[in-house]
């Protein structure tokens, strides 16, 4: 139902754009956001957007990383510019709506910084 890509392996200080789109049976769409899990740690927002378009981001990523939604299309974008050796993990996307408790999660992608 929530359809993710846009990973790959990219050289340090290189970008990458994330998308996620949400299928047609995924209605009032509240909040769409992105988090991450690296190898060995735990899940961890990186971004997330609300349906007035507020934003929030994690500190240290506030910059580098900007998120995006289209409502039309009941997609996330999250553009990822000078990525680091630490961004290395599987970003998932994740969607709440206003009419069901548990949130959506996308199925993720591998997004790997290396030289």
């Known amino acids: 139902q929530l359809q993710a890509s846009g990973g790959g392996r990219v050289q340090p200080g290189g970008s990458l754009r994330l998308s996620c789109a949400a299928s047609?049976?995924?209605?009032?769409?509240?909040?769409m956001g992105w988090y991450r899990q690296a190898p060995g740690k735990q899940r961890e927002l990186v971004a997330q957007?609300?349906?007035?378009?507020?934003?929030t981001y994690v500190g240290s990523l506030k910059g580098r990383f900007t998120i995006s939604r289209d409502n039309a299309k009941s997609a996330v974008y999250l553009q990822m510019n000078s990525l680091e050796s630490d961004d290395t993990a599987v970003y998932y996307c994740?969607?709440?709506?206003?009419?069901?408790?548990?949130?959506?999660w996308g199925q993720g992608t591998l997004v790997t910084v290396s030289s």
């Open positions: 047609g049976s995924i209605f009032s769409i509240n909040v």
């Open positions: 994740r969607v709440t709506t206003q009419d069901r408790t548990e949130p959506y």
């Open positions: 957007i609300d349906s007035g378009g507020t934003k």
